[in-house]
């Protein structure tokens, strides 16, 4: 993979990096520790993060600007299993495409893609094709990568988790990374979060026991002062209880439907979602754009799914 990341680096003077809509740690951390590396190995290119601005404070950098002419560029799209989920058009005015990526194969839209289904994290893909490669990452890469990887296994906790993850976490904490700031960045939350993290946990109902779903309104994350792009992400908010083996966060957004985060801990759910405007792993999945109704039809799938397995 290595050889053929540098050999498509080699070919072009403009790279442009790309990530998905609505990204993550592991979005964020991937496009911005690949930009790094190549800032740092390749200093005769021009490489940008391209992306939504959002207002609110991130971990990560702003996206770049970029007002040039993108059919001679490369673009790099991270993280992103399909092409309607690349947050930039102009990824399809390149005059070449590589796609890397973890998720389930649904659509090879690179000239060359770099997808490894069963690694925990896009940046762990980065870390071990560098790591293999022997680079020496600088502390920014390394970093960017760091949060990403600890982002999407949820501090190690998933079950895509292998020892090659621990492997690449070793080989990124010898970069002169901060481990703890990292760790800080990543899961450390305002007084705002907090409170509506709070807010969250009294809202969370349960069916027969053992799946749990939390229905959040606009009302609910505007009153606490927390943005949509960070409300949506709460739903580690249940991850811990024994009992709850799926636990679902659906959120409503400016248009009145609403985005959700569906995690189980052994029972398939990413099919499921396929079929709610989604997708994603096996475990961990996301749906866009549900009615209140098509919320409680999916849970009802989820359910039943969960008794048809045991």
Known sequence: MFDTLVSYLNRYDTILIFRHVMPDGDALGSQFGLKAFIAEYFPQKKVYALGSRPKQKSSFPMSDIFEG???????????????????????????????IDHHPIVDNFGHENLVAVKASATCEIL???????????????????????????QQFSIPSVTSLTFECAAYLSQCFIDIQACNEKMFSSTYEEYHYESLLRNKVQVIDGRLAY????????????????????????MAKVTDFEMYC?????????????????????????????????????GVKHLTFDQVHELLKELNDRLENNN
């Open 69 to 99: 002419d993108c059919s001679d560029a490369l673009a790099i799209v991270c993280d992103t299993a399909n092409r309607e989920r690349i947050d930039d058009e102009r990824y399809a005015l390149c005059k070449e495409i590589l796609k």
């Open 127 to 153: 870390a071990a094709m560098f790591m293999q490669a022997k680079v020496k990452l600088n502390a920014d890469a390394a970093s960017y990568l760091f949060c990403g990887l600890i982002a999407d296994t």
């Open 214 to 237: 939390v229905i959040a309104s606009k009302t609910d994350y505007e009153s606490c002062h927390v943005p949509f792009i960070q409300a949506k992400d709460k739903v580690h908010v």
């Open 249 to 285: 966060l659906f959120t409503e957004n400016e248009e009145g439907t609403y985005q959700g985060s569906l995690r189980s801990k052994k029972v398939q759910l990413n099919d499921i979602a396929a079929r709610y405007n989604g997708g994603g792993h096996a475990l961990a999945s």
